[in-house]
């Protein structure tokens, strides 16, 4: 079954203008990772936040945690169309090292 | 030269077929993991590796079997290939020193059409 359920499951916003993505997933977690797959592509790692921590920045991206709502969000400033792709978290469960348990995604596209 | 490489990239077999897709990384690193995504969806796992001698389960195990042949190649097959199997496949990689955050490196994947 999958841990995460991203919302919105798509978002379309003019270049420029900030996206925001949420995450919840369901069972404790040691971390929560976003990924970023352009079209029928690879996942790249974007950015990973820990159990422990409420915040954390990289470059244009804003990912909060909220453990005690299980939730997450990601937020994306100053978009641009090579922002245009589909949004996933992932999570680690508090127990170990397995495989990542994904979402559904949202895909976002930046209008120009 | 890309980290994950996945062979091939492109398939198109029958229901019944043996398919073998593989995967070979240079990142050294000791963990890999197979993964599956249908239209629509996030990834599932299929299963994973933590060493050559070492092989799990994931989620969606059953139709699979992989080989772990060396530290750098991890093999999925599909020893009867039906329609539903149709999806992108996706290897992965992540490092046993930062085990506890398991941030992993992705291939390029791999379309496979069952028809």
């Known amino acids: 079954s999958q841990q995460g359920e991203e919302d919105p499951q798509a978002l379309s916003i003019q270049e420029g203008e900030n996206a925001t993505m949420n995450c919840s997933y369901k069972t404790s977690i040691n971390n929560l990772q976003w990924y970023r797959q352009n079209s029928g592509r690879g996942l790249v790692h974007l950015i990973l936040?820990?159990?422990?921590?409420r915040e954390k920045h990289s470059g244009r991206l804003r990912v909060t945690l909220d453990t005690s709502k299980k939730s997450s969000s990601l937020l994306i400033t100053a978009s641009r169309a090579a922002d245009t792709a589909s949004y996933f978290c992932?999570?680690?469960?508090?127990?170990?090292?397995?495989?990542?348990?994904f979402g559904k995604g949202t895909h976002l596209i930046i209008q120009p | 030269d890309a980290d994950v490489t996945q062979t091939p990239r492109n398939r198109i077999t029958k229901t019944g077929k043996r398919i073998m897709l593989e995967c070979s990384q240079t990142?050294?690193?000791?963990?890999m993991y197979w993964y599956r995504q249908d239209p629509g969806l996030g990834l599932r796992l299929i299963y994973y590796s933590f060493d050559v001698k070492d092989i799990n389960k994931g989620e969606i195990s059953d139709g699979y079997s992989v080989s772990r042949q060396a530290q750098a190649k991890f093999s999925l097959s599909l020893e009867s290939a039906i329609p539903n199997q149709t999806a992108l496949y996706f290897c992965?990689?992540?490092?046993?020193?930062?085990?506890?955050?398991?941030?992993?490196?992705f291939g390029p994947g791999t379309r496979l059409t069952v028809l």
């Open positions: 992932a999570t680690v469960p508090g127990g170990g090292a397995d495989g990542l348990t």
């Open positions: 992965a990689t992540s490092d046993l020193f930062s085990a506890d955050l398991n941030e992993q490196f």
């Open positions: 936040i820990r159990s422990n921590e």
């Open positions: 990142k050294g690193h000791d963990r």
